[in-house]
């Protein structure tokens, strides 16, 4: 139980809740066990007074009636105390599922985006969803169950060892077997149930996919070969999942088996116990109902422990992220304002997983409210160079500087607050196109999202739908065209009112006079905004104040458009080919 240790913080921050639980477990127990005592000694009255004619028949009726009274209430009061104690403990874990949740949710909003790289949706998805799921079970039922049984245990044994310590001892013998076959079974179950987790999440994974890739399944017809490997994957985890449970169908056998043995030498050794005089009928039908009692109880061992271990397999797997360290540290809380100003000084960077030199000692200035295009061909590290100033990625060398100050001494959050950055691959959200441009500034106005989709040339297709800004979009957008959802995401990224705004071949999927607007707007509106362009298109490029020109992460041009112009070079052959 190391990866369970994790939770010790949640029972301290709950632990008033779960000490009274457990004090009303111990309460409830105490009054459950009211009854056997009651019915063995009513039958013990019974005995006398058939066997030996000593009670007379008035004060028989009198002590059975007052039996008959106590073991009602006391089962009253042991279904209240009951009640109360899942009200308590089954609570508890609820609201620790829901801490867990929210920590989990916030480690995954803390990672770096290499993380997300490195793993897929689904099984993020999974170990929040079915692994907290498999935890909350531990937490709650397992340890209510747990806490129940030990006191039943404890309090039972020990009044029969009080009672007839002989008959005690010939009952408990079957109890270290099952111990020992327990232990030897959940050692299967730990390492089945992580197996099975594991597999869930590639289950989940390739589902996940699937539905989001729905659209290249169908224009490429391959849907039966998708349902041919999810049919194989989901008949993989089928005989996992069957691995785990026959092992798991093992213990209620065993336990009902065992419990009977319990049941025949009770009966045995106390029946001659009782010929020889030794005990009376009542304690031998006491006795049967304590065993008949613990059946349940010892039969919750074995599910106890199946969810302790597959709770521990399923607690692993989370603390595998929950102790996973960003790749890039804030370091800084300054509240310093970010201005625009930006230099690359001998900036390189290496993609860590491929080794692949995506900058290469790279240098450069962009003043403040000033403009610059980035071109090259594809490889050449444009969106790198723009992932390196939203610090999306740390530089393997040299440093970058905003308005002179080291990036790694700028609080991360107010640095990405001062960027607006419209990547190549655009995400929309499904919910509304209001909500979606809102995403930029939460509080943002009605008139402001509208002024932000006028800069973005986006009123005109609004107003074709029939709830216009109320339209609810599908998962991604699927239900707009590229241009339109490019389009919504500068005017999420204009409704922001960044200092920087970053378009990452953000204009691509529109023609060329919807770019010229476009561009038009963002210069008019964005006088003291530092403006960064990765483009191939001259005609976006030529309009910025400077011009830098990549080829596989190095620099090889840097000027306005008429100084690259007469260079001769890439820029220069790149504005012939487009001309003509």
């Given at each position: 139980?190391?990866?369970?240790?994790?939770?010790?913080?949640?029972?301290?921050?709950?632990?008033?809740?779960?000490?009274?639980?457990?004090?009303?477990?111990?309460?409830?127990?105490?009054?459950?066990?009211?009854?056997?005592?009651?019915?063995?000694?009513?039958?013990?009255?019974?005995?006398?007074?058939?066997?030996?004619?000593?009670?007379?028949?008035?004060?028989?009726?009198?002590?059975?009636?007052?039996?008959?009274?106590?073991?009602?209430?006391?089962?009253?009061?042991?279904?209240?105390?009951?009640?109360?104690?899942?009200?308590?403990?089954?609570?508890?874990?609820?609201?620790?599922?829901?801490?867990?949740?929210?920590?989990?949710?916030?480690?995954?909003?803390?990672?770096?985006?290499?993380?997300?790289?490195?793993?897929?949706?689904?099984?993020?998805?999974?170990?929040?969803?079915?692994?907290?799921?498999?935890?909350?079970?531990?937490?709650?039922?397992?340890?209510?169950?747990?806490?129940?049984?030990?006191?039943?245990?404890?309090?039972?044994?020990?009044?029969?060892?009080?009672?007839?310590?002989?008959?005690?001892?010939?009952?408990?013998?079957?109890?270290?077997?099952?111990?020992?076959?327990?232990?030897?079974?959940?050692?299967?179950?730990?390492?089945?149930?992580?197996?099975?987790?594991?597999?869930?999440?590639?289950?989940?994974?390739?589902?996940?996919?699937?539905?989001?890739?729905?659209?290249?399944?169908?224009?490429?017809?391959?849907?039966?070969?998708?349902?041919?490997?999810?049919?194989?994957?989901?008949?993989?985890?089928?005989?996992?999942?069957?691995?785990?449970?026959?092992?798991?169908?093992?213990?209620?056998?065993?336990?009902?088996?065992?419990?009977?043995?319990?049941?025949?030498?009770?009966?045995?050794?106390?029946?001659?116990?009782?010929?020889?005089?030794?005990?009376?009928?009542?304690?031998?039908?006491?006795?049967?109902?304590?065993?008949?009692?613990?059946?349940?109880p010892v039969a919750t061992v074995g599910w106890i422990t199946s969810i302790v271990q597959q709770a521990e397999a399923s607690q692993k797997r989370i603390n595998e992220f929950l102790?996973?360290?960003?790749?890039?540290?804030?370091?800084?809380?300054?509240?310093?304002?970010?201005?625009?100003?930006?230099?690359?000084?001998?900036?390189?960077?290496?993609?860590?997983?491929?080794?692949?030199?995506?900058?290469?000692?790279?240098?450069?200035?962009?003043?403040?409210?000033?403009?610059?295009?980035?071109?090259?061909?594809?490889?050449?590290?444009?969106?790198?160079?723009?992932?390196?100033?939203?610090?999306?990625?740390?530089?393997?060398?040299?440093?970058?500087?905003?308005?002179?100050?080291?990036?790694?001494?700028?609080?991360?959050?107010?640095?990405?607050?001062?960027?607006?950055?419209?990547?190549?691959?655009?995400?929309?959200?499904?919910?509304?196109?209001?909500?979606?441009?809102?995403?930029?500034?939460?509080?943002?106005?009605?008139?402001?999202?509208?002024?932000?989709?006028?800069?973005?040339?986006?009123?005109?297709?609004?107003?074709?739908?029939?709830?216009?800004?109320?339209?609810?979009?599908?998962?991604?957008?699927?239900?707009?065209?590229?241009?339109?959802?490019?389009?919504?995401?500068?005017?999420?990224?204009?409704?922001?009112?960044?200092?920087?705004?970053?378009?990452?071949?953000?204009?691509?999927?529109?023609?060329?006079?919807?770019e010229e607007k476009i561009l038009s707007n963002i210069n008019k509106i964005s006088k003291g905004i530092t403006l960064i362009i990765a483009t191939h298109r001259i005609s976006s490029?030529?309009?910025?104040?400077?011009?830098?020109?990549?080829?596989?992460?190095?620099?090889?041009?840097?000027?306005?458009?008429?100084?690259?112009?007469?260079?001769?070079?890439?820029?220069?052959?790149?504005?012939?080919?487009?001309?003509?």
């Amino acid at each position: 139980m190391i990866e369970l240790r994790y939770l010790n913080k949640y029972f301290l921050k709950y632990k008033t809740k779960i000490i009274i639980g457990i004090f009303i477990t111990i309460i409830a127990r105490v009054f459950a066990l009211v009854v056997p005592n009651l019915i063995g000694d009513s039958i013990t009255i019974l005995e006398n007074y058939i066997i030996a004619s000593s009670l007379e028949i008035k004060i028989v009726k009198e002590k059975l009636l007052n039996n008959i009274l106590i073991i009602v209430g006391s089962a009253i009061i042991a279904g209240v105390f009951t009640f109360i104690m899942r009200q308590m403990l089954i609570n508890v874990s609820r609201f620790i599922e829901f801490d867990i949740k929210n920590e989990i949710y916030k480690k995954y909003q803390s990672l770096s985006f290499d993380f997300y790289k490195n793993n897929r949706t689904g099984d993020l998805m999974n170990r929040i969803s079915e692994d907290v799921s498999k935890v909350r079970m531990y937490i709650g039922p397992a340890i209510m169950y747990a806490i129940n049984t030990s006191t039943l245990f404890v309090i039972v044994i020990t009044y029969m060892f009080s009672v007839a310590p002989k008959l005690t001892m010939y009952t408990l013998i079957p109890l270290p077997i099952l111990s020992f076959i327990i232990y030897k079974i959940s050692v299967l179950i730990h390492l089945k149930s992580k197996i099975v987790q594991e597999f869930l999440s590639k289950l989940t994974t390739y589902t996940q996919e699937s539905f989001s890739g729905v659209k290249i399944i169908k224009t490429y017809t391959v849907e039966k070969n998708i349902n041919n490997q999810l049919e194989k994957l989901a008949e993989s985890s089928k005989e996992k999942n069957m691995s785990l449970v026959k092992i798991q169908a093992w213990f209620f056998p065993l336990m009902i088996l065992l419990i009977g043995i319990s049941n025949i030498l009770v009966v045995f050794v106390g029946g001659r116990q009782y010929m020889n005089n030794e005990i009376e009928l009542g304690v031998l039908a006491e006795f049967i109902i304590y065993v008949n009692m613990l059946t349940w109880p010892v039969a919750t061992v074995g599910w106890i422990t199946s969810i302790v271990q597959q709770a521990e397999a399923s607690q692993k797997r989370i603390n595998e992220f929950l102790k996973t360290n960003s790749s890039i540290a804030n370091l800084s809380k300054s509240n310093k304002k970010i201005e625009g100003k930006i230099d690359f000084k001998n900036v390189s960077f290496t993609y860590p997983e491929t080794k692949i030199i995506a900058s290469n000692n790279i240098s450069f200035e962009i003043k403040k409210g000033k403009s610059i295009a980035i071109m090259g061909d594809v490889g050449s590290g444009k969106t790198t160079l723009l992932e390196l100033i939203c610090r999306v990625y740390d530089p393997s060398k040299g440093e970058i500087l905003f308005d002179n100050i080291n990036i790694n001494k700028i609080d991360i959050k107010k640095l990405r607050k001062s960027i607006g950055y419209v990547p190549q691959s655009t995400f929309l959200f499904s919910n509304t196109i209001k909500r979606n441009i809102q995403f930029g500034n939460y509080n943002a106005s009605i008139n402001e999202v509208k002024n932000a989709a006028k800069n973005a040339c986006l009123i005109k297709d609004i107003n074709t739908f029939k709830n216009k800004y109320e339209t609810l979009l599908g998962e991604r957008g699927v239900n707009l065209s590229g241009g339109q959802k490019q389009r919504i995401a500068i005017a999420r990224a204009l409704i922001k009112k960044p200092k920087i705004l970053i378009l990452d071949d953000s204009l691509s999927a529109v023609d060329t006079e919807t770019e010229e607007k476009i561009l038009s707007n963002i210069n008019k509106i964005s006088k003291g905004i530092t403006l960064i362009i990765a483009t191939h298109r001259i005609s976006s490029a030529k309009k910025c104040d400077k011009i830098l020109i990549l080829e596989k992460g190095k620099v090889i041009e840097f000027g306005s458009h008429k100084e690259l112009v007469k260079n001769n070079g890439y820029y220069s052959k790149a504005v012939l080919k487009q001309s003509t």
